[in-house]
């Protein structure tokens, strides 16, 4: 949860310098809500999700430096992950509101949850060191481990089925 509170804070002090003063009485808050913390980090997520949109698209093109640039914020991405699920944020939980997709399994199976986060972590530094290299077919191929490792199947066990 610490690591989900700067950015959260900060969209409180944004709200609040556009003159939304009911916004003021939260900055006492000490924890943010569940409805918070599911907004924030599925904010967060669709960060990832262009991210990875991003690097597909460089792949072959030579943009190297910008591929690690962004396999860097995948692995920040992947570190910070696991505070982002606690429980009472998860489907069903009391005092969610808002959609989410995040099933209790999270909070059944967490020591795997926070596995493939790791395993997103390790994957993006590999795939980091791959566009160094600079072999697009290397580069390709474990962008597709990286993303096999952590988003499919990480999503196949906890996120809500479409
Ligand atoms: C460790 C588990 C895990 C990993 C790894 C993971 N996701 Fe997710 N993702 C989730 C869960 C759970 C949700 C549902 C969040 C919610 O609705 O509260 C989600 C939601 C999303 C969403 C929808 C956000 C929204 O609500 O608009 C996108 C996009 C997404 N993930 C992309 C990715 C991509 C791309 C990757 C791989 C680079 C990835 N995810 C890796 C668990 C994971």
């Not at 967060?44 to 597909?56: D, F, T, V």
């Amino acid at each position: 949860m610490t690591l989900l509170k700067p950015f959260l804070a900060a969209g409180l002090c944004g709200a609040v310098l556009l003159g939304l003063g009911s916004v003021a009485s939260d900055m006492s808050a000490t924890a943010a809500t569940a409805d918070e913390t599911i907004k924030a980090r599925q904010a967060k997520m669709k960060e990832l999700g262009g991210h990875l949109k991003a690097i597909r698209g460089l792949i072959g093109s030579g943009g190297a430096a910008e591929i690690q640039e962004r396999a860097a914020a995948v692995k920040a991405i992947g570190d910070e992950m696991p505070a982002w699920f606690p429980d009472g944020t998860l489907i069903g939980d009391a005092g969610v509101t808002v959609e989410t997709e995040a099933l209790q399994t999270i909070s059944e199976k967490r020591a795997g949850f926070d596995q493939i986060a790791a395993a997103m972590s390790m994957e993006s530094v590999k795939l980091a060191e791959a566009a160094q290299g600079g072999d697009p077919a290397a580069i390709g191929a474990q962008f597709g481990a990286m993303a096999k490792a952590s988003c499919g199947a990480c999503h196949e066990v906890y996120r809500v089925k479409k």
